[in-house]
């Protein structure tokens, strides 16, 4: 596990349009990630059915092994011009990553993509090809840790005419933007929540067009290990310290009993810090060999909304440098690791127990399999192991 590619996209809507004319796929094989960015002609549901169509055909063709000459020919014949307008009813941006890092991306009427290597905007030599009667420009790059890729939908472009800007968001403004954005944000998601916002912002919120945008981050993999509750036997308390004490990962600790486990089979000494007490909130603890601690349910609950609203394409980051239980862990979970280990303990705290539902149902329970739902639409690598 060398690298991983941290991979997000955002994307809102023509205003008044339910559906999404841009579709984004992507998916991993043997050889690496194959990513697909396609804009239908248009907006609303015809748009949505030629962007995914063009997606699907796209993965699906080069998962199967084939050539990327075929794969277009495929989707220029599926779905051809419009006699009308003589646009193409679809264009896309393909990307293809191996596993020792090569990239080659093929685009076809879509505005250029970013590439950006150490803080630095990279200029790109791109190769023009006739498939099809059609221009297709390739470009092969190989990527190195803390690169990244972005690629745009034109609704991006167009952000802001008639409105806030009066010709656009021009390609050298969005890559100067960009730019910014990913040497400041570990994330592709951080990075695509606050563009996608400024994009709505200067369509006032009410897109004149699809706006989509998609990161690859080249990251190192960088694990967190959150433990949350205390086993369902007292007898595995032990078994579970010795998880946290041979684990050379970030740790997390949720929740006050859990805390104390650790403190007293390892023999620690946990500090609460009254200075992070919210109106709303708990404060953390410190104590040796773990990254933070905080307290369980109420915690959670607030950071699901946070996950939440980061995954939703019309919020922009909400990470703060707030310093509270609520905002520290956010960070860490979406901003920080790539690979989380949930270790969750079956012990029932009749806290958490609503008596007006069924015994099986634990809010807590509820909370954290709803938080581990939106950080794997996230992206995010989740492993869960129950104690």
């Known amino acids: 596990m060398k690298t991983f590619f941290d991979i997000n996209y955002k994307s809102i809507n023509k205003f008044s349009e339910e559906l999404c004319g841009d579709k984004v796929e992507y998916i991993y094989d043997d050889n690496g990630v194959i990513i697909v960015l396609s804009d239908g002609l248009g907006s609303g549901v015809k748009a949505n059915i030629l962007a995914t169509m063009t997606t699907k055909i796209a993965v699906t063709m080069l998962k199967e092994g084939a050539s990327i000459d075929d794969t277009i020919e495929t989707i220029i014949n599926t779905l051809p011009e419009c006699k009308v307008r003589k646009l193409a009813y679809s264009t896309f941006t393909i990307i293809k990553i191996d596993n020792n890092n090569n990239a080659y991306i093929a685009e076809y009427d879509n505005p250029p993509y970013f590439y950006y290597s150490n803080n630095r905007s990279i200029p790109i030599e791109r190769q023009e090809r006739i498939i099809n009667d059609k221009k297709i420009y390739e470009s092969n790059i190989k990527l190195s840790l803390e690169d990244a890729l972005c690629v745009v939908s034109d609704g991006a472009i167009h952000a802001g005419i008639g409105q806030m800007l009066n010709l656009g968001w021009s390609w050298g403004e969005i890559n100067e933007y960009l730019k910014e954005l990913n040497s400041v944000n570990r994330s592709s998601q951080l990075v695509n929540g606050n563009f996608i916002g400024v994009c709505n912002n200067l369509y006032n919120n009410k897109p004149g067009d699809d706006t989509t945008i998609l990161t690859v981050k080249v990251r190192k993999p960088e694990v967190i290990d959150i433990f949350i509750g205390p086993p369902a036997e007292k007898d595995k308390d032990v078994y579970l310290a010795e998880i946290m004490k041979s684990s050379n990962n970030r740790k997390i600790i949720c929740g006050g009993t859990t805390a104390l486990i650790a403190e007293r089979e390892l023999n620690l000494h946990l500090e609460v810090d009254m200075d992070s007490m919210k109106e709303d909130l708990p404060p953390i603890a410190y104590m040796e060999g773990f990254d933070l601690i905080t307290e369980g349910v109420l915690t959670l609950g607030k950071t699901l909304e946070n996950i ?65 739902a939106e950080l794997r639409k996230a992206g995010k690598r989740i492993n869960v192991i129950y104690i």
Do not use: W
């Open 308 to 372: 939440k609203k980061l995954n939703d394409s019309n919020f922009e980051s909400i990470i703060t440098n707030e310093y509270d239980g609520c905002s520290l862990l956010t960070k860490i979970l979406t901003d920080i690791g790539t690979h989380l280990n949930f270790y969750l303990g079956r012990a029932v705290n009749p806290a958490h127990q609503n008596p007006n539902f069924p015994a099986d149902f634990n809010i807590k329970k509820n909370i954290i399999n709803n938080l581990i």
